[in-house]
């Protein structure tokens, strides 16, 4: 039976999990959170938040869990005063659950068009609006590492640049009893549903480095990548099969069944 596989961390691949079940009842699913988010609990970094919060022209959140771990730093509500930008809907509907919508009076910017859901379409919506970024603060609500092109384009435009590391990535341990189980499919018939290239790299390292692991696996495996970025991680790490689709659940339904197709 193929199989796909959710690296999403815990907790996120509920509504892709729904949508192959419904769509694609055939593909049997395993569930590898290759990163657990862990967040920032620091006292101290949350009074850095706050004080940040006073001085920034724009606050992005890079993810949603910055969304989620940033608003546990916080003992109040989001102030409508400071504008917000993500990077896509994921975070988007993160910011709607906590009752952060544009109806709500708050400011908030993202691409529209799902195929832009990455840091160039970000920056593009943002300059549609001709913004002079010239000494405007600019507060980054993030995990450790990510998005330094983002950063980039504001500091070339005369930005300043802070940033609140609101959570850290822990990889998935290898010892874990799920890498066992993961273990006992077959590699042709196995794809992996990639939307991290720290992922990627956590992967390719269980893989080359656990003996265990038969090496057909990193010839023979198929690892979907919601990316181009990502892609690219993944056939330097070594990969054979590797696909790109656009962000976004239904692309990732796209691309498993053109990828069932080239199996079937």
């Known amino acids: 039976m193929p199989t796909i596989v959710l690296t999403r961390p815990i907790g996120q691949n509920h509504t892709l999990s729904d949508l192959l079940r419904e769509q694609l ?12 988010i862990v967040p920032n609990q620091d006292p101290a970094e949350g009074a850095k938040l706050k004080e940040m ?15 989620e771990c940033s608003m546990r730093l916080l003992d109040f509500e989001w102030p409508k005063s400071l504008p917000i930008a993500v990077i896509g809907g994921g975070s988007a509907e993160a910011l709607e659950r906590r009752g952060i919508t544009i109806e709500q009076g708050y400011q908030i910017d993202y691409p529209k068009n799902s195929e832009q859901w990455d840091s160039e379409g970000l920056w593009d919506q943002l300059n549609s609006k001709k913004t002079n970024w010239a000494n405007k603060e600019i507060l980054f609500l993030k995990g450790s590492g990510g998005r330094e092109w983002l950063g ?24 874990a009893p799920i890498w066992e189980t993961l273990r006992q499919q077959t590699p042709g018939k196995t794809a ?19 003996a265990l692991w038969n090496p057909i696996w990193i010839d023979s495996v198929t690892l979907i990548c919601s990316h181009e970025r990502i892609a690219k991680t993944a056939q330097e790490t070594g990969f054979k099969q590797v ?6 659940n239904e692309y990732a339904l796209v691309a498993l069944q053109d990828w069932l197709k080239s199996i079937s």
């Not at 980039?152 to 010892?175: C, S």
């Open 192 to 210: 992996f549903f990639l939307n991290s290239s720290e992922a990627v790299r956590h992967l390719s390292e269980v893989l080359h480095q656990t």
């Open 53 to 67: 919060m006073k001085l920034a022209n724009l606050a992005i959140f890079i993810s949603p869990n910055a969304i």
């Open 243 to 248: 696909e790109c689709c656009l962000p976004g």
């Open 25 to 36: 009842p055939e593909l049997d699913q395993i569930e590898l959170p290759l990163l657990s």
């Open 152 to 175: 980039h384009q504001f500091l070339d435009q005369g930005a300043k640049i802070h940033q609140v590391m609101t959570y850290r990535r822990m990889p998935l341990n290898i010892e």
